[in-house]
């Protein structure tokens, strides 16, 4: 019944239409959402070289792939995704973060505090 502040840390893979449902039923319950997106420099970038063995950090099979062939699909799908998730957190009204993970956490923290301090701390 209280209202909280809910702070999400995660890569934030998964489906957006169920984060969309997830995120609409926090807010609803008046909750403040802010949402820190972790992403290793090597998926935004994707500049592998040669074939490599792609592991599924949650259990899934592995993948064995010539990045030269997957390269542009694998970027497009980010992107897609990415923007996606973007539109979704703007019509849920949820504080998110991009972060990647060669980031200083003292940096991120600081920023999110900070943008808190102004916008008194509620959205």
Known sequence: RQRALIVIISDMFVEPELLRGCFQHLRFRKHDVAVFQLLDPLELGFDFRR??????????????AEPNEIADRYRL???TYLDALRQIVLESAVDYHRVRLDQHYEQVLMRFLVGRTR?????
């Open 119 to 123: 916008s008194e701390g509620v959205r």
């Open 51 to 64: 074939p490599m063995r792609f592991l599924d950090m949650e259990g899934g099979p592995a993948v064995f």
């Open 77 to 79: 799908a980010l992107q």
